[in-house]
Each structure stands twice: as C-alpha cells, then as structure tokens.
C-alpha cells in the first residue's frame, strides 16, 4: 500500500439534534494529509468526500474519542476493520494519572511533562476525594500498616486525575513516574516526576495504574459515566474563567500555560476538561453574537477538540485575570504586552489560547457555566 494510500477505518456517531436520531458511519482517516471521508452506514452512501481536517492526528482517533468533522462532534465507537485494530490498539493504551495533594501546585510542570513524553490526555479533572472514595479507590491496600496514613493524605486536598493514552501507556507512565519511595528515585532515577516533585512513599507526587485490568478500574472510577465519583472542587467565590482553547492543548502547551498562571500568584481552584457540542459554544459566547464579527469562527474554535475550563481565584479575579491574559489579539498583545497570555501563547484572535472573562459581573456566572451546568450534563 502506498504511502498516499494507507488508512485506518473507525466506526462512529453523531447525534442529529434535528432529527433526534444517532447517525452512524465509517470514518477513514488518511495520515498522509490528515484527511478523512465519511460513509453513512444506513443508507450505503458516501456522506463525505476527502476532504483536510487540520490538526487532527491518528493519535486523536482511538474508541471513546471526540473529534470535530466540519463542525460534526462525531464519537469513535470501535475499529472498522482489524488491520486498524492490530495497528492501533497498543499505540492507544490507557492508563490513569492522579497527580496527588502534596504535587498539585506542580501540576503545570507534571502536565508539561506528560505532553513532552507524547501521551495524549483524553480526559481530566480536579476533585476532592472523600475518606469512603479514598478508601475505596486503594482498597487493594486494605489491612496494610500504611494504609489509614495513605488514605487520609489522600483525602487531605484535591487531586488532578487524567486518563491518559499513547504507545505502552501504563509502562511508560510508571516509568516517568520512578520509583515509589521518593528518596530512591532521587538516587536511582533524579530525572522522574518522584524525584522532582515527591516526598517520601507516601506524598510521591503522583499515582499510575499498574496493569490493563487496574487502568480500566481507575479511569471508570474517576470517568465512569454516571457512576464516577469526585464532586469538583469549584468554590463559586472570589472567581473568574479561563478556558485553555482546543488548539493550546493540541499544540502541548497546557502544562506551560497553567504554570504561567500559578507564578503569578493565582490559584487554580477547579479544572475540567470538556468536549463542547456546538450548541454549547453557541450558547456561552451568545454575548458575542452581533457584536464581533469573529463569533462563528469562535463557536468552531471552542467546539473543535478538548478544551480545558480553569476556575481561577484572587483578589478581584475577574479584572486582574483579564490583566494577565492581554489583548484579544496575540499580535498586539506581542507589541504591547508581551508578558501576557495570549503573548505568550496566541496565534491569532481566534487561536489566541485562552478565554478569561471579559466583564467583572460576569466571573461568576461563566464559572457556573462550565462547573455547575456542564458539569451536571456530564454526569446525567
């Protein structure tokens, strides 16, 4: 098979919110231009022809993936056929990562590792864990001198847990990790996220799963539809939104923005990764709507990967956080202001890398959005 030619087949849906129906096709993926062609399955036709989706990588396709086809939020069920499969499913082994209490203010720093080491992080969030939902989650270490220790660490501040994927997921995790007494890894592996940012056994910066079977039952624990536990950790308090944009994310630069934030002395309160429909998008920038000309291409912006919503808390947040993020447009923002944000990090005024709430009044209320209202549709 040509170079030109090779491609992998996925099985997908779209909900149709017209016609309230799930519409399933065959999704080809051509990664030699990052194209794709789409075939209705029910009606046996083409649906779209090859077309170029910029951005998307193979690495983004893999079963429970979302990704957005011209403005499609479409979701990956399976494999279409079994070269796919034989070719893909070890490059897309999952496995958790719970950045613990004790490493959660060096979560920008952990994140920017876990980008440079070419894992995708498909899905994340910051909860606190109750004493029962500490125990249960290690309850293999049930009876073990170390165990009431472990727990009420565990329980004693939020965590970030992230499902994450890539080529030997679990294996290479552990081994970014080091060992898990933290002065060992200093000695025996000083470059590890243990020997960072770690303690002793106990507060050691960060959890992995162990084997296949343990990764499926950490991430449900944590993703597991209706059933997953966390409350998220949103104090609706002294608050603004910033909201990590698809492309930021795609590009790697996740880690390097929440670090950013955190040096200068803002706190990160709650975060949570989302995979907006468009109705969302369209309904959180209504306030746009008529009143900039770049609306549409914003709606398509937000809605077209992962982005990451952040509630971000300190003194007058809302107007000091607008401060940090800098113009709208990156370019000017790189003349006038170029410690900021969007200096830093934006391409132009749609990819400009992050959303922060524009109005003092409104702090509040975009935070409500993200971690009360689509939060809770998560869950139903």
Known sequence: ?????????????????????????????YPS?????????????????RSMIDG???QHLFIGAIVNIHSRQLSITDYADERTSNLLRNKNEKTLAMIKPDAVSQMGNIIDIIHGEGFLICQA???????????????????????????????????????L?????????RTLLGPTDSATARIQAPLSIRAKFGTDTTKDAAH??????????????????????????ASFSNCTLCIIKPHAIIQGNTGKI????????????????????????????????GVVNEYQSMVEELCCGPCLAMEIRAPNAPVSFREFVGPTDPEIARHLRPGTL???????????????????????????????????????
């Open 342 to 380: 969007r200096a830093m990090f934006g391409k132009d005024k749609i990819k400009n890398a992050v959303h922060c709430t524009d109005l003092p009044e409104d702090g509040l209320i975009e935070v409500e959005y993200f971690f009360k209202i689509l939060d809770n549709q998560q869950r139903s």
């Open 208 to 233: 992995g799963s162990d084997s296949p079977l343990a990764a499926e039952r950490e991430t449900n624990f944590f993703f597991g539809g209706k059933s997953f536990i966390g409350k998220n950790t």
């Open 56 to 58: 998307l990588q193979v």
């Open 125 to 163: 969030k910051m909860v606190r864990l109750t004493r029962h939902e500490a125990s249960l989650f290690y309850s293999e270490h049930k009876g073990k001198p170390f165990f009431n220790y472990l727990v009420e660490f565990m329980e004693s501040g939020p965590v970030v847990a992230m499902e």
């Open 258 to 289: 929440i670090s950013a934030i955190t040096s200068k002395g803002f706190e990160i309160s709650a975060l949570q990764m989302f995979h907006l429909e468009r109705a969302n998008a369209e309904e959180f920038y209504e306030v746009y709507k």
């Open 165 to 173: 994927k890539g080529a030997n997921a679990i294996t290479k995790w």
């Open 33 to 49: 231009d990052s194209s794709v062609e789409m075939y209705d399955i029910k009606n046996r036709r083409l649906f779209l022809k």
């Open 1 to 29: 098979m040509a170079a030109s030619d090779e491609r992998y087949a996925f099985l997908a849906e779209w909900y149709d919110p017209r016609a309230s129906l799930i519409r399933k096709y065959q999704l080809l993926y």
